[in-house]
C-alpha cells in the first residue's frame, strides 16, 4: 500500500514537498516513480528513482525544478518540487515497483498511491 501526502495549494514559484510511503510486510520495492494528471489530461510521467537513489530520471518539464529522493529505512519517496508553475498543478501520484529500477512506463509499476492535489495560483 502506498500513500501519498504533502499536496496543497502554493502560489506561483514556490515550492511544495510530497511524500509517498509504503507498507506491507510482504512489500518489497525496487523502483519508485511519481506521476501527474492534469485537469482535463492523461496522467504524465514526472520522475523516477532506483532502489538506491543515485539512478534518477525526470520529464523534460521538470527537470531542474523538481527532485525525487528516497528514504529507504522509511519506505518513503518524496518529490520536492520548486519554481512552481500553474502548469504543473495535477493530481500527483506515486507508483512503486517490485521489479525493476528507473522507469518511465507506468504499465511497469506494481503499486500506486491514491494521488493527492497540487494547485498552483498565479
Known amino acids: 500500500q502506498l500513500q501519498a501526502s504533502g499536496g496543497g495549494l502554493v502560489q506561483a514559484g514556490g515550492s511544495l514537498r510530497l511524500s509517498c510511503a509504503a507498507s506491507?510486510?510482504?512489500?518489497?520495492?525496487?523502483?519508485m516513480g511519481w506521476y501527474r494528471q492534469p485537469p482535463g489530461k492523461e496522467r504524465e510521467f514526472v520522475g523516477a528513482i532506483g532502489r538506491s537513489g543515485v539512478n534518477l530520471y525526470y520529464a523534460g518539464s521538470v527537470k531542474g525544478r523538481f527532485t525525487i529522493f528516497r528514504d529507504n529505512a522509511k519506505n518513503t519517496v518524496y518529490l520536492q518540487m520548486s519554481s512552481l508553475k500553474p502548469e504543473d498543478a495535477a493530481v500527483y501520484y506515486c507508483a512503486a515497483a517490485g521489479g525493476v529500477g528507473v522507469a518511465t512506463m507506468d504499465r511497469v509499476y506494481d503499486y500506486w498511491g491514491q494521488g493527492t492535489q497540487v494547485t498552483v495560483s498565479r
Open positions: 506491507g510486510s510482504s512489500f518489497s520495492i525496487n523502483g
